[in-house]
């Protein structure tokens, strides 16, 4: 059965659409995606550029609706952990429905993401032996999971302007760099709990698995650098006019 893609719109904001440019559009650089990267279970890149284009249409659009009504964008609804768990929930989808290959793991707190597709049963599994973990952030690395192990790892790192006032002067949220490596069980450090501490087990990727991520990148952008203030700065060179700003219909 062939998988539904979402039409892609794209028009120009006209000068009476300028209070919405905080919610357009951004464009993926040609230049960023790295067609010689090492990627697993047969995953193109081209099939993860298109699932990165159907988050930003899908990011437009919901917050040209909500601007359009007067409500904040969802970067200002929702915050935090919570933002980054949504955007994962979004990469994580539309790659499942872009690749020939993956699928996303249907199962509700299955392990990992993506699994290879038709391979379990309903494409859902609680601990799948294989497949690619998915994370975004917009930390440029100390990012944490939950399971200390030999596997491969996706990192998607954004960019969210919570600072510009006012808000309507705000860049939309933006790709900055996408990266996939198969880690070790030592790239992690594991911390548990201590006595009657509730606290959550977390895993950390440390410096080496790190360094492994950010050598296999899928995507980077072209001003790239990983301390976040200069990247912020970065960013700001590259506001756009008006007329470069898309929006839906």
């Not at 990012?143 to 790192?157: C, D, L, T």
Request: charged fraction near 30%; glycine fraction near 6%.
């Amino acid at each position: 059965m062939a998988r539904r893609k979402p039409a892609r719109r794209a028009e120009t904001f006209s000068m009476e659409d300028r209070q919405f440019r905080y919610v357009s559009r951004p464009t993926l650089f040609d230049e960023g995606f790295n067609e010689d990267v090492d990627l697993p279970f047969d995953l193109q890149v081209a099939e993860v550029r298109e699932a990165l284009e159907e988050v930003y249409d899908f990011l437009r659009d919901i917050n040209y609706f909500l601007a359009s009504r007067g409500y904040d964008r969802l970067e200002e609804i929702i915050l935090g952990n919570s933002l980054s768990g949504f955007i994962s929930e979004l990469v994580v989808k539309r790659i499942g429905a872009n690749s020939e290959t993956l699928a996303r793991n249907e199962k509700i707190g299955g392990h990992p993401d993506l699994i290879p597709r038709d391979k379990y049963p309903d494409n859902a599994a609680l601990r799948a032996e294989d497949g690619i973990e998915v994370k975004t952030s917009i930390q440029s690395g100390g990012w944490q999971g939950h399971n200390p192990e030999r596997s491969w790892v996706m990192v998607v790192q954004y960019s969210v302007d919570a600072l510009t006032e006012p808000v309507q002067e705000r860049r939309p949220s933006e790709i900055l760099k996408v990266m996939c490596a198969l880690l070790d069980e030592e790239d992690w450090s594991f911390s548990g709990r201590v006595g009657a501490s509730r606290r959550t087990p977390t895993a950390s990727i440390l410096k080496s698995g790190t360094a492994k991520l950010h050598a296999n990148a899928i995507y980077e952008h072209p001003r790239y650098v990983r301390n976040q203030n200069r990247m912020r700065a970065e960013l700001d060179a590259l506001r756009l006019t008006p007329e470069q700003y898309e929006s839906p219909d």
